[in-house]
């Protein structure tokens, strides 16, 4: 175990009598060559590449492949459908533009959790964390677990349905499989997030460039009154963006990584900005791919959009399609899960979990604890929770607190005018993805307040828990006595140092 110094960090030093241990001291394991001056820390591995492969990876999961016809069902008409996704893909980018300055000005890891505490202090930042604790992060991850559990099933069992056991049973080792990676090498989690997201692209140019070859060949009967007034829902469309915002979802979570970026002022403005725009333009183009092939009704009727679309394009390989959708569920589980240990980590260095959150693998440079945090309570969701009840209970508090993050950023130019920031955006752009979110907030409240209140009572457990766990000075004697028991334990059996920044 590495000796830890006065002020927490891993010094590296053997503890031998020779250079001042003590005789019987368990001597420290080799640091990795590159360890700069045997400090324990998570290193900068993260290139522009593995960031553009974050925020791409994490935002393409199976919706497009499956089901992307919430914009066109809402919109009403071929032509509207295609304004809402690049509109919403202009929107996003408002967003994480908006993010690319705060991160380059707070060059903190921890994404949402880490603006609102810079911003509005510690007991907004901590009922955001509460939430993504105990519902948001374990439920999401279940539910594109299970998707993926079921698409790399389906080429065995074709034409059959998939047995619900062997779907879980997919996922729990989908899942295991995922936080092993995360847990023993950053390296590798980053170079597989490469190889799922150049996977996701081409299963995208799969689709687009027959569907493009027939359009350009004269396949436009589908486009045909495309804008026709008749058809266009006035009332559906605030719905529609809702969808569209929800697709583009995920250009956040490189900021979740900030302190593992290289050169953040610049790798971070550019990852985001190169994302987005392959982003929306995969996205614009899939859809035109698709109506090309299929008439509007054929595409709201489809169970899996991309199924249909390649056995009337390609016969035969469609049976490939779920194997890219699950490879897709992959990227997405590896990325997010990667960005939520992060967050975790972060949140323990604050204080606002337990400080075994915030210990990093001495060898491995992993947090080790963050990353398997999550682990029980997916796998417990997965078999016992009604999983997608939770979601919906929880899924507007994404973009309340998201909002929230963005109007600090609008906050802080004028309560911290000296902050550096080596990117800087005009402020009509926070201005109106901030107002964008909490409109759709105010669209959940009106269109199902029954369980958005829900959701919203279930976040606000976090007051409590904030004075129960992170204010009052005696904590329950149940939680001094499981920390007591449990520290020492990782400390000597996991090699796990906690620094301090």
């Known amino acids: 175990m590495t000796r830890r110094s006065v002020n927490g960090e891993g010094t590296g030093v053997n503890n031998t009598p020779q250079n001042g241990g003590h005789p019987g001291d368990t001597p420290a394991p080799k640091e990795e060559p590159d360890a700069p001056n045997g400090k324990v820390e998570l290193r900068k591995k993260v290139t522009l590449l593995q960031g553009i ?13 499956i089901s992307p016809k919430g914009i066109l069902k809402n919109s009403g008409s071929v032509g509207m459908s295609l304004v809402v996704w ?68 389906e080429p065995i069992f074709m034409p059959c349905g998939v047995p619900e056991i062997a779907i879980k049973l997919a996922t729990s080792i989908g899942i295991t499989s995922v936080m092993y990676l995360n847990s023993m090498s950053t390296s590798w989690t980053n170079r597989i997030q490469i190889f799922l997201t150049f996977s996701k692209l081409l299963a995208i140019a799969i689709i687009i460039v027959p569907g493009l070859y027939m359009l350009f ?42 302190e593992e970026v290289e050169n953040p002022e610049k790798t971070v403005p550019l990852a985001i900005c190169i994302s987005m725009a392959i982003v929306t333009f995969c996205y ?44 897709s569920c992959f990227g997405s589980m590896n990325g997010c899960l990667f960005a939520f240990s992060r967050m975790f980590y972060v949140a323990s260095r604050e204080g606002h979990l337990p400080e075994v959150l915030s210990m990093i693998h001495v060898r491995r440079h992993t947090p080790l604890a963050a990353v398997l945090v999550l682990y029980p309570m997916t796998v417990f969701q997965l078999f016992v929770g ?22 600090g950023l ?92």
């Not at 698709?290 to 035969?316: I, P």
Request: proline residues 5%; charged residues 10%; contains cysteine.
């Open 217 to 258: 060949k004269g396949e436009t009967k589908n486009f045909e009154n495309a804008f026709e007034v008749s058809n266009i829902k006035l009332t559906g469309l605030p719905l529609a963006f809702y969808s569209g915002m929800y697709a583009y979802a995920g250009w956040f979570y490189l900021n979740f990584v900030t």
């Open 410 to 501: 609008i906050y802080m130019r004028y309560t911290r005018p000296d902050m550096p920031r080596p990117f800087k955006v005009p402020l009509f752009i926070p201005a109106i993805f901030s107002f964008t979110c909490f409109f759709m907030v105010f669209l959940s409240l009106y269109s199902d307040p029954v369980n958005t209140g829900i959701g919203f009572a279930i976040s606000l457990t976090g007051i409590p828990a904030y004075y129960i766990f992170i204010v009052f000075d005696r904590r329950p004697k149940w939680l001094q006595d499981g920390l007591g028991n449990t520290l020492p334990s990782l400390r000597s059996h996991c090699l796990i140092s906690n620094p301090t920044f």
């Open 53 to 65: 492969s974050i925020i791409i990876g994490t935002i393409i999961g199976a919706g497009i492949f």
């Open 284 to 327: 614009v183009l899939t859809n035109v791919a698709y109506y090309t092939v299929m008439s509007a009704e054929e595409l709201l009727a489809s169970q899996a959009v991309a199924v249909t679309f390649a056995g009337k394009m390609m016969g035969n390989f469609s049976v490939a399609v779920p194997v890219f959708v699950a490879l």
């Open 386 to 407: 009604d999983i997608y009840s939770l979601l919906n209970f929880m899924s507007f508090l994404r973009w309340l607190f998201i909002g929230v993050a963005v109007l």
């Open 86 to 153: 690049i509109v919403c893909g202009v929107l996003s980018l408002f967003g994480a533009l908006s993010y690319a300055e705060l991160g380059t000005s707070i060059q903190k890891s921890g994404g949402h959790y880490t603006y609102i505490l810079e911003a509005f202090g510690p007991q907004m930042a901590f009922i955001r964390l509460w939430a993504d604790l105990i519902a948001i992060r374990p439920a999401g991850l279940a539910v594109i677990s299970l998707a993926f559990g079921q698409y790399i099933l």
